[in-house]
């Protein structure tokens, strides 16, 4: 197993896990108004990300690298993204809720490239595979919400 591959393929996870993050904070007060059932699931994706990025960066210190502890090119356009569509949205909790939808979809497909690479040592494997768990019924829970609105 290679260390420098397992570094940079978590350090892309921690990257994802980073824009979770810093999406979530996009999420208005507002959304729970018309969704309040949805703030408990909502509150604990959040603290699963945060555990995840400790367990990021905990793996990434053992295989000796150094934890890119920032957000991805990609996840600072779309957050940008989100602020114009949410300046010319009229209904911002259907807009922030596919938003979260979207951003969850882009997670699932990180982790699971990571796992499918094969560049993860077992320990690490089983670790990226339990938070692909979380993040798929995570996504579960709002892409339901977002099917019965269409």
Not at 31 to 57: A, C, F, P
Not at 72 to 85: C, N, P, Y
Not at 119 to 126: H, I, K, N
Request: glycine fraction near 4%; proline fraction near 1%; include cysteine.
């Amino acid at each position: 197993m290679n260390n420098e591959k397992t570094v940079s393929t978590l350090n892309d996870l921690l990257n994802i896990t980073n824009d979770r993050i810093e999406g979530f904070s996009k999420v208005e007060d507002k959304v729970w108004e018309n969704h309040s059932g949805l703030k408990t699931d909502y509150d604990q994706m959040v603290s699963q990300s945060r555990e995840m990025k400790s367990d990021l960066i905990r793996m990434i210190n053992e295989h000796g690298g150094d934890a890119d502890n920032t957000t991805s090119t990609a996840g600072a356009l779309h957050r940008a993204w989100i602020d114009v569509k949410n300046t010319f949205s009229g209904d911002k909790s259907e807009s922030t809720l596919e938003n979260v939808v979207f951003g969850e979809k882009a997670a699932i497909d990180a982790y699971q490239d990571a796992l499918d690479s094969e560049d993860l040592d077992p320990e690490c494997a089983r670790t990226i595979s339990d938070h692909l768990h979380h993040l798929k019924s995570s996504y579960a829970k709002f892409e339901i919400l977002e099917e019965s609105r269409s």
